[in-house]
């Protein structure tokens, strides 16, 4: 038989200065491989046309539906009830700006630590339209592959522990981005350069490096390796600066 769900979710419109925060109860009968976000969806459509949150591809390449399920940071389209207990608590993401109820804004996070670690290609060679495409190794090719598949959805983020205490960290996501033009060889920046960026409690040192932001990652980033390759570089970038200055 058809479970009832029970959805707890949060309601909260920060525009309206009558709104106050709660949990609204919606019930539910729960469908064949049904999503959090389909759920989602029904409520809306046969419940609570007001109901705000936010989804665009339903298929986990968008980033836009994270939420947090069951205390979990996770993507509403990937999430099945059918892995759920009946009673499910929905919360919009937190470190972020909210909108309304369930919908957050990471694109102005996003955007402005991007700009903080300086997330583009630096090079002091002149730009030659007319140039052949460089030629790039393909283990290398395949390594910055892998870091570019971050969706922006920012489970990595909510789920951090320095990024709840300090709204200046960067976050797995844009540490990880860091590391992507670390192993680009078209970046010339050296080690020093980078560790102006990230060698502070803002950046690498600020990591407590418990590794909440792995373990939701719904892409599987390999952000362990990549902040603990940080570590080590920056923490060796400032050994060889304390001992050049002798
Ligand atoms: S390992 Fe570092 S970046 Fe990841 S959740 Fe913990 S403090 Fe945040
Ligand atoms: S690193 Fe993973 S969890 Fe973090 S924003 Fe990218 S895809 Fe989302
Ligand atoms: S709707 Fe795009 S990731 Fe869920």
């Not at 539910?28 to 049904?34: F, G, I, P, R, S």
């Not at 029904?42 to 836009?64: H, N, T």
């Not at 680009?184 to 990230?198: S, V």
């Not at 060698?199 to 792995?214: H, Q, S, V």
Request: glycine share 6%; charged share 25%; net charge negative.
């Amino acid at each position: 038989m058809a479970r009832l769900l029970k959805l707890n979710v949060f309601r909260y419109n920060p525009q309206d200065p009558k709104s106050v925060p709660h949990l609204q109860t919606y019930v539910l009968d729960e469908t064949d491989n049904m999503t959090m976000f389909i759920a989602l969806n029904r409520v809306r459509e046969e419940q609570d046309p007001g109901l705000q949150f936010d989804f665009c591809c339903r298929a986990g390449i968008c980033g836009s539906c994270a939420m947090v399920i069951n205390g979990r940071p996770s993507l509403a389209c990937h999430t099945k009830t059918k892995d759920l207990p009946d009673e499910i608590t929905l919360l919009p993401l937190p470190v972020f700006k909210l909108i309304g109820d369930l919908s957050v804004d990471t694109g102005v996070w996003f955007r402005a630590m991007y700009d903080k670690v300086e997330s583009w290609i630096h090079t002091r060679k002149e730009f030659d339209p007319k140039a052949l495409e460089e030629r790039m190794d393909n283990a290398v090719a395949e390594q910055i592959y892998e870091l570019e598949r971050c969706i922006e959805c920012g489970c990595c983020v909510a789920a951090c522990g320095t990024a709840r205490l300090r709204d200046d960290f960067m976050g797995a996501a844009a540490l990880n981005r860091v590391a992507r033009f670390v192993v680009d060889p078209r970046d010339t920046r050296t080690d020093k350069e980078y560790f102006e960026i990230i060698g502070n409690d803002t950046g690498i040192f600020g990591c407590m490096g418990l590794l909440a932001c792995e373990d939701v990652c719904p892409k599987d980033l390999p952000l362990q390796n990549q902040l603990g390759y940080l570590r080590r570089k920056m923490g060796i970038t400032a050994l060889k600066s304390l001992f050049s200055r002798k």
